[in-house]
């Protein structure tokens, strides 16, 4: 089984959590809306799998390139 590092691709600030540790999630599923300049991006899952960390918390600053998630896939 392979861990999956999901990672910020902007600097902002953690809007809001879609998934739990635990969650099985598909390709393409939006597990973090981040906000950056007014927008809200999504941080997609790049591979099927489940969620076995969450590193941020909801209103925590992060970087560009900054791990958010760990996905065993």
């Known amino acids: 089984m392979a861990r999956i590092e ?5 600097t902002g600030t953690v809007w809001k959590i879609e998934v739990e540790e635990g969650s099985k999630v598909t390709e393409g599923q939006t597990l973090i809306i981040l906000e950056s300049m007014k927008m809200e991006i999504p941080v997609l899952a790049s591979d099927d799998g489940t ?3 969450i590193m941020v918390e909801e209103e925590e600053a992060v970087a560009e390139g900054q791990a958010v998630i760990v996905i065993d896939a």
């Open 6 to 10: 999901i990672e910020s691709d902007v």
């Open 51 to 53: 969620v076995a960390e």
